[in-house]
């Protein structure tokens, strides 16, 4: 089941992502898939600890993911995504992929952490530049974004593209 936290490593290599907020409930999770969402959560919530970008994730979030990837995917595919995560040629079907992205970003408001790290007091971005990137940083982008994520380059390819020619237009602002 120490397996299952390496899936966490996948949400943890965007250093953007977004979405809406909630915790999960564990309903119809049974004991085994419990104690498997909260191993999950744990090495979820280390992994963005370890970032030290100032972004972290409640204790609820972590569960909420945990849950959902649990129930969605159940503890044996996700050991298998964590095994072949090891792997660098490794990859998660698109629609696995899309799937992730969501139940990811119904738990954990991302999105608008980012938007509000740039906005903490020593942020090197203008009140301007913070504006234009919330514009142009959309849950759709950042979605797309987990999807290249979790199942490679090719899943979205023009999801970095738009955020990062996005992203120039706001700091030449």
């Not at 899309?98 to 509000?116: E, K, S, T, W, Y």
């Not at 740039?118 to 987990?146: H, K």
């Amino acid at each position: 089941m120490k397996k299952i936290a390496l899936i966490a490593a996948m949400a943890l290599v965007v250093a953007a992502c977004g979405g809406g907020s909630g915790a999960g409930s564990g309903g119809g999770l049974n004991s085994e898939e419990k104690l498997a969402a909260q191993e999950f959560a744990v090495g979820f919530r280390e992994g963005f600890d370890d970032q030290g970008d100032g972004v972290s994730v409640s204790e609820d979030q972590a569960v909420c993911v945990g849950e959902k990837y649990v129930g969605a995917f159940g503890i044996a595919r996700l050991e298998e995504i964590g095994t072949g995560s090891d792997d660098p040629n490794f990859t998660v079907p698109v629609d696995e992929a899309r799937q992730m992205a969501g139940l990811f970003l119904d738990c954990v408001p991302m999105r608008d952490m980012i938007i509000d790290s740039f906005s903490a007091e020593g942020a090197d971005m203008t009140e301007g530049q913070i504006a234009c990137f919330s514009e142009a940083f959309t849950d759709e982008v950042l979605e797309d974004m987990l999807v290249v994520t979790f199942a490679g380059e090719d899943a979205a390819p023009d999801a970095q593209a738009s955020l990062i020619g996005a992203m120039f237009s706001c700091f030449d602002a």
